[in-house]
Nanobody
Framework: QVHLVESGGGLVQAGGSQRLSCAAS????????MAWYRQAPGKQREFVAT???????NIADSVKGRFTISKDNAKNTVYLQMNSLKPEDTAVYYC????????????????WGQGTQVTVSS
């Protein structure tokens, strides 16, 4: 069993900053990647950022230059530093991970967190 717990959401003014955290716990052998997605009201869930086990990153164009993803491997925790926030960044932010729970597992399982609300006021 694997659990993802997100934290750090809340209300922030436009132009402000916020940092989200997502901690994975449970039966973890190796994490392939950890990522952030978001879903605004009435819209589809969209990719925000990802970081692989090797440290490679990919950031959505809509947040590039403003958001940074980082990871603490020892804590199985991924962070999303959000700067220069805009009202259009308002969404529920979800953490997701693909991981192996044992050395014999060949196909990673994907898990999602419950989401954390980020609201940016103008």
């Amino acid at each position: 069993q694997v659990h993802l717990v997100e934290s750090g959401g809340g209300l922030v003014q436009a132009g402000g900053s916020q940092r989200l955290s997502c901690a994975a716990s449970g039966n973890i052998f190796r994490i392939n990647y950890m990522a952030w997605y978001r879903q605004a009201p009435g819209k589809q869930r969209e990719f925000v950022a990802t970081m692989t086990d090797g440290g490679g990153t990919n950031i959505a164009d809509s947040v590039k230059g403003r958001f940074t993803i980082s990871k603490d491997n020892a804590k199985n925790t991924v962070y999303l530093q959000m700067n220069s926030l805009k009202p259009e960044d308002t969404a529920v932010y979800y953490c997701t991970t693909a991981l192996l729970s044992s050395h014999s597992q060949r196909v990673a399982n994907v898990y999602w967190g419950q989401g954390t609300q980020v609201t940016v006021s103008s």
